[in-house]
Nanobody
Framework: QVQLVESGGGLVQPGGSLRLSCAASGSIVSLVVMGWYRQAPGKERELVATIRSGGVTSYAGSVKGRFTISRDNGKNTVYLQMDSLKLDDTAVYYC??????????WGQGTQVTVSS
């Protein structure tokens, strides 16, 4: 089993920045994909960004150019740097990882609120 612990959420004004972290622990085998999803009230969960073990990244169109995903393989940690935050970025952000056996795991979620 893999445990994911997220941190870094909070309240920020429009145009501000936040950095989310997600540390994986437990029975870790090669984490092929690490990523972030988000779910706003009344909406479905959506993909924000992913990063593969080789460093290839992918972003949702709504965050491209504003968010940056990175990972530290030695620490089994994935980060999401969020800049130029908008009101529409308000959501619960979830960490997700997929290992080499196609098992996926979710974090408990961290609230990001963008408000003036």
């Amino acid at each position: 089993q893999v445990q994911l612990v997220e941190s870094g959420g909070g309240l920020v004004q429009p145009g501000g920045s936040l950095r989310l972290s997600c540390a994986a622990s437990g029975s870790i085998v090669s984490l092929v994909v690490m990523g972030w999803y988000r779910q706003a009230p009344g909406k479905e969960r959506e993909l924000v960004a992913t990063i593969r073990s080789g460093g290839v990244t992918s972003y949702a169109g709504s965050v491209k150019g504003r968010f940056t995903i990175s990972r530290d393989n030695g620490k089994n940690t994935v980060y999401l740097q969020m800049d130029s935050l908008k009101l529409d970025d308000t959501a619960v952000y979830y960490c997700n990882v997929e290992n080499v056996y196609w098992n996926t795991y979710w974090g408990q979620g961290t609230q990001v609120t963008v408000s003036s």
